[in-house]
Structure formats: C-alpha cells, structure tokens
C-alpha cells in the first residue's frame, strides 16, 4: 500500500508507531532497520517510546547491510549510526544485536551467519529506505533477486552518495547485504521515501515499471506499504490522486 503524508515528521510518526506497536504485539520481536539519513526522525522517536521498558529488553535487532572494510565503530559505518541513532538512545544492548562485520577477513562466513539466524528467526519488522538509483540495503540495480545474504559491487552512485556519512573520504568498492527475497519475507515491511531529491527515483518506481529497480521488487505486496511525504511523491501525487 501507498500512503502519502503531508510532512516528513508525520512519517516519522506514523513509523515509530508501527515500530513501538510492532515491538509490543510481537512475543519475539525481530527487527531489520536501514541506517542513514531517511529514518534517524522515526528511530529518535521510538527510543522515547521505548526506552527502559520492559518490551525493549525482548526486541532483537538482525542486520539489513554494512560497508565492506569499515570497521564497525567508526563513523560512516551502517553500525554506527544505527548505534547513534536507535541502539543508544534506546538502550538496545549488544548482546541484542547481530550484524555483519564488514572488517571481517571472511565475508562468506559473515553471510552465512546472519543467514542462519533469519532460518531461525521470522524478521517480524523491516524498515528500508530507498537510495537514489532505487537500491534497497544494498541491492543494487540489475543485481539478481536473492533468498540470502552476498558480497555486491556498489555502484559508483553508491560510492558518491555514501560519502556523506564519513569524516573522511572512503574508497567503498563493495557491501555485504541480506537479498531482496529475505526482506520481503519479513512479516511486516514499510519502506520509508523522504525529501525532494527523492522526487526523481519514486517516480521511475511507481511509473516505470520496465526500470526494474529493487524498490519495485517490494511492491504489490500486501505486508509492505511505502511512506512518502509530499515532497517525494510530487511526481506521483496527481496518479495517486486521480
């Protein structure tokens, strides 16, 4: 489903109350939550609402993807800011959290692992952004659909657009994420689209179904509704509105 909000806060909102319902309805709670710059208003949010309460102390949390090369900690990295930005305010422990290591010398193991954790565990709540070419995680355009996690090549938009998170310039080459199929069987999936420098990719996502990006893999699935505020849907919205 499409829902298109007024305001970039109201997605916020509307995500952080799915997260703190979908953390509170569910026994074992799982999440996989895209880092960066689109979801840091929803996770500020839920860590208000959740914070110190007994139902965070369940949620687990699996990794979406991770920049191959950056070590963990450092600024930039897909841990990092979901640390700054959901982990801490949260008080979401490490012993919560399972995620790639992007350092790692043996990425196929890295793979491997978060795999079998997903094996035996539903994902109960994904929240995805999407990039500027229409990647999900770290799926880029034209990689194969996926039931499990890979080492992918960035595209060299990628590369650019990620820069921003580093206090220096990186030399990204490649990411390690979960494939499309992983994260549409999660049970619960809202893809978050904000601002309008997305103005551009939302419209080759819902008018043009012949780009066959990996944000179109999601649509047209009942469990997966995209929220977009008006300045990213203001290609779509007289479509929608018609």
């Not at 996690?149 to 595209?155: E, F």
């Not at 206090?167 to 999936?189: M, R």
């Not at 309008?196 to 009942?222: C, W």
């Amino acid at each position: 489903m499409l829902k298109i909000f007024e305001k970039e806060e109201q997605v916020a909102e509307a995500i952080a109350d799915a997260m703190a319902a979908g953390l509170k309805e569910e026994a074992l709670p799982l999440f996989c939550l895209a880092s960066g710059s689109t979801p840091q208003k929803s996770y500020q949010r839920f860590a208000v609402q959740a914070k110190d309460t007994d139902d965070i102390k369940k949620l687990r949390i699996v990794s979406l993807d991770e920049w191959v090369g950056i070590e963990k900690h450092s600024t930039g990295s897909c841990y990092q800011m979901l640390q700054r930005d959901l982990f801490s305010p949260a008080g979401i422990k490490p012993s919560q959290i399972l995620f790639y290591d992007g350092k790692s010398s043996a990425l196929q193991q890295e793979c491997e692992k978060i795999d079998a954790y997903i094996e035996q565990h539903l994902i109960t709540f994904s929240l995805m952004g999407v990039g500027m070419n229409g990647h999900i995680g770290l799926n880029e355009p034209g990689t194969p659909v996926l039931d499990h996690s890979s080492v992918v090549d960035l595209s060299s938009e990628t590369k650019a657009t990620a820069q921003k998170y580093f206090d220096k310039p990186q030399a990204l080459s490649k990411g390690i994420t979960l494939g499309l199929k992983q994260i549409i069987h999660s049970k619960k999936v809202i893809v978050a689209i904000t601002g309008e420098h997305k103005a551009d990719i939302v419209k080759e996502i819902f008018n043009h179904s012949e780009a066959r990006l990996p944000a179109q893999e999601l649509l047209h699935h009942d469990h997966i509704d995209f929220y977009l505020d008006t300045k990213a849907a203001k290609h779509i919205m007289q479509k929608v509105e018609g």
